[in-house]
């Protein structure tokens, strides 16, 4: 079985920064893709950043973009996100996937692209 945790969420102030990591454990699984999902009260799980396993390419969504960065360390089987500039709005309980599935598409958007998720970790902006 694939684990995924999250760790590193946490209350911060508007404009402040936090880091959010992911590790993948348990079977060995074929990693074509890792990314971040956040969902706050009341709204659908939203799509954040996904990260291209063999090649590193990654894609944020445009809320994010420019604010958020999305990397990764191979051995490890860990995801990372590097949130900055934050922002009230992006208060949720944000949620690590994987991807063991060959797809065509290079980015994984949706949240039917991916196989494992781990149990999510509240990140709280204050203004």
């Known amino acids: 079985q694939v684990q995924l945790v999250e760790t590193g969420g946490g209350l911060v102030q508007a404009e402040g920064s936090l880091r959010l990591s992911c590790a993948a454990s348990?079977?060995?699984?074929?990693?074509?893709?890792m990314g971040w999902f956040r969902q706050a009260p009341g709204k659908e799980r939203e799509f954040v950043a996904t990260?291209?396993?063999?090649?590193?390419?990654?894609y944020y969504s445009d809320s994010v973009k420019g604010r958020f960065t999305i990397s990764k360390e191979n051995t490890k089987n860990t995801v990372y996100l590097q949130m900055n500039s934050l922002k009230p709005e992006d208060t949720a309980v944000y949620y690590c996937?994987?991807?063991?599935?060959?797809?065509?598409?290079?980015?994984?958007?949706?949240?039917?692209?991916?196989?494992?998720w781990g149990q999510g970790t509240q990140v709280t902006v204050s203004s």
């Open positions: 990260i291209h396993w063999s090649t590193g390419r990654t």
């Open positions: 996937a994987a991807d063991s599935t060959r797809r065509v598409a290079i980015f994984r958007i949706r949240r039917e692209e991916y196989d494992y």
């Open positions: 348990g079977r060995t699984f074929s990693n074509y893709a």
